[in-house]
């Protein structure tokens, strides 16, 4: 992908079932997006015709059902997302945002654990 396309909110839901999913037709995408808002099959189809033009996805059309695979990866479009909130809604202070995250949102005694190992390996570099 040479050019850098940031996905829409409606293609990054569809990236999140293909990143769960790894590949799937257009009808096992739109089964799934159903499920939380009402949107016909044709619109599902459009958007991921959009998405394989701008790069986001991939589609193998060996076989009679296309199927299609994200190319941006999970972790890029992580990465994207969070440096632009982290510089936009936070004036780029990363503490900010974590103590916004964990002052606001139940987090699981796991998660915390992980945190606090990540903490001790920052301060210990």
Same mark, same amino acid.
Request: proline share 2%.
């Given at each position: 992908? @040479?050019? +850098?396309?940031?996905?829409?909110?409606?293609?990054?839901?569809?990236?999140?079932?293909?990143?769960?999913?790894?590949?799937?037709? $257009?009808?096992?995408?739109? *089964? $799934? $997006?159903?499920? @939380?808002?009402?949107?016909?099959?044709?619109? @599902? #189809?459009?958007?991921?015709?959009?998405? !394989?033009?701008?790069? #986001? $996805?991939?589609?193998?059309?060996? %076989?009679?059902?296309?199927?299609?695979?994200?190319?941006?990866?999970?972790?890029?479009?992580?990465?994207?997302?969070? !440096?632009?909130?982290?510089?936009? +809604?936070? =004036?780029? =202070?990363?503490?900010?945002?974590?103590?916004?995250?964990?002052?606001?949102?139940?987090? %699981?005694?796991?998660? +915390?654990? *992980?945190?606090? +190992?990540?903490?001790?390996?920052?301060?210990? !570099?």
């Amino acid at each position: 992908m @040479t050019k +850098l396309f940031k996905p829409t909110e409606s293609e990054l839901e569809i990236l999140c079932i293909l990143w769960d999913k790894e590949n799937a037709t $257009v009808k096992e995408v739109h *089964e $799934v $997006v159903q499920k @939380t808002k009402e949107v016909g099959y044709t619109t @599902t #189809l459009k958007l991921m015709q959009i998405m !394989n033009t701008k790069g #986001l $996805v991939s589609r193998n059309i060996q %076989s009679k059902k296309h199927i299609y695979t994200p190319t941006l990866k999970k972790e890029k479009a992580q990465e994207q997302y969070l !440096n632009k909130m982290v510089q936009t +809604l936070f =004036s780029g =202070s990363t503490a900010q945002l974590v103590l916004q995250a964990l002052g606001k949102h139940k987090t %699981s005694d796991q998660d +915390l654990f *992980e945190f606090s +190992l990540m903490m001790e390996k920052l301060a210990i !570099n």
